[in-house]
């Protein structure tokens, strides 16, 4: 026997529409959408509150007609009928500004109100071919929905903030504070996108925006969310977009280039870098230039083009020389020699030269023991363990790894934990060696407790 959906009552009640107008108003809406085969009567809508769930796309559909009826949005799952389209729709990159408004809205809720189902959601390897062409391509979208002014000081309010989250997701690791900072966009800075701004505030809100929802995308990524961080990603790209940034555009084509490359998909994660660095003017960031070098670096490395990828790490060695923090934003602060010389230790590790990953990774491990960055710390003492093994040493390895445990305790982030894992796959060769033992045992207690 079905449940009545409750919660479909009751925004009926609050909305003062009857049965029969929401039916009109549904049969109205579908017929828009050129489908006037969808046409429900007060009866059918009698049947939905009797806990009828309806076909798709009716959710979605009667999701519509409240949010317009309200003039705030209303979802599948504040209706009582299910999920939704929220993870699906935050892969497209929408033209459209108001529906991106309202597709970042609603990856922000399910986050937070739904965070175990949104993070079983996929992580498409094939999905930023569109994004980053349409990014590429400069498309413009559609002015904001009249509404309350947003004013300069309230995007100064999200920018201070951004610092503090991103301080968080670099010396504690991305699963820590990252449910507060969905949170917090939800609840503060997603509805500003709704309201009514400016030319030049609406520019400098975006730019806000999309460097937190990155930052969402990125924190999720480090804890494992891949699906999640997938989807945050190209919104974040879509905001970007609209700020008119075209640094803050290519540093998120990076971080998407890197997740690509580390699950699996080193052909896209170039092609993405590679986007990036064409839509990046040489004199806009020499920061994330050298980052998106780096990530190419490492993408060629997996391909097996060792001269290519050599090339690449020169070239982000290069530019490099020409950054200035100063003139940097924000958001490059991560990109810096610990982050740099850690990715083109990995990069020289993939690619057997286990001399040169030794030299990157020792520089980076010195530059995140001044900064005290455990994270950045433990992911190139991973990588020095690993050049020690392509030598045979094992000892030298075990020492390392030692320091990764110990580094890895420090913070919460499963690139840590995949780290971890990594080594001892690469230790299982050296046989039954007591090292071998030792670490496996440390390490698989570390694991369990993560």
């Known amino acids: 026997m079905r449940s009545p959906n409750e919660q479909l009552a009751e925004v009926l009640a609050r909305s003062g529409l009857s049965r029969g107008e929401l039916a009109r108003r549904v049969r109205a809406a579908a017929a828009l959408r050129r489908q006037p085969h969808i046409a429900p009567d007060s009866t059918g809508v009698r049947r939905w ?24 949005r209303v979802t599948t799952y504040d209706l009582g009928l299910g999920e939704g389209t929220a993870a699906d729709g935050a892969l497209v990159y929408n033209a459209s500004y108001a529906a991106t408004v309202e597709t970042v809205a609603d990856l922000g809720r399910a986050d937070v109100d739904r ?4 993070a079983a959601a996929p992580f498409i390897a094939v999905a930023g071919v569109g994004p980053s062409r349409d990014w590429l391509l400069n498309t413009l979208g559609q ?8 004013r300069a000081e309230d995007v100064t309010a999200v920018r201070n903030m951004f610092t503090t989250f991103q301080r968080m997701d670099i010396f504690q690791g991305g699963g820590s504070g990252r449910l507060v900072l969905a949170e917090y966009m939800t609840q503060h800075v997603y509805p500003l996108l709704r309201r009514t701004h400016t030319k030049d505030v609406r520019r400098a809100l975006c730019q806000a925006a999309a460097e937190q929802t990155y930052l969402l995308g990125w924190m999720a990524y480090d804890n494992g969310e891949n699906g999640t961080a997938q989807r945050y990603l190209i919104q974040s790209l879509r905001l970007a977009e609209e700020s008119g940034d075209v640094a803050l555009g290519a540093h998120v084509l990076a971080g998407m280039a890197d997740q690509a490359t580390l699950l699996g998909n080193p052909a896209e994660g170039r092609r993405l870098a590679q986007a990036g660095r064409h839509g990046l003017a040489k004199s806009t960031s020499p920061a994330c230039l050298a980052d998106l070098w780096c990530l190419e670096g490492r993408a060629l490395a997996l391909l097996g083009e060792k001269k290519a990828a050599a090339r690449a790490v020169a070239a982000s060695e290069k530019e490099y020389e020409r950054v200035r923090l100063t003139e940097e934003p924000d958001w490059a602060a991560f990109i810096d020699p610990a982050y740099l010389h850690g990715e083109h230790a990995n990069t020289f590790r993939d690619l057997g030269d286990a001399a040169t990953a030794e030299e990157h990774a020792r520089r980076s491990i010195d530059f995140a023991k001044r900064q005290e960055r455990a994270r950045r710390g433990a992911m190139s003492q991973a990588a020095l363990a690993v050049s020690h093994l392509q030598r045979r040493d094992l000892d030298s390895a075990h020492s390392a790894g030692l320091r990764t445990l110990s580094l890895s305790r420090k913070v919460k982030s499963s690139r840590c934990v995949e780290a971890v894992q990594d080594l001892q796959r690469r230790m299982r060769p050296f046989g039954t060696h007591r090292l071998v033992a030792d670490f496996d045992e440390r390490a698989r207690e570390f694991v369990a407790a993560a």
């Open 115 to 118: 965070r175990k189902l949104l």
């Open 143 to 150: 002015e904001p929905e009249t509404g309350p002014r947003v």
């Open 49 to 72: 509150l009797q806990g009828e769930t309806p076909r798709r796309p009716l959710p979605e559909i009667l999701a519509d007609v409240f949010s317009e009826h309200f003039g705030y």
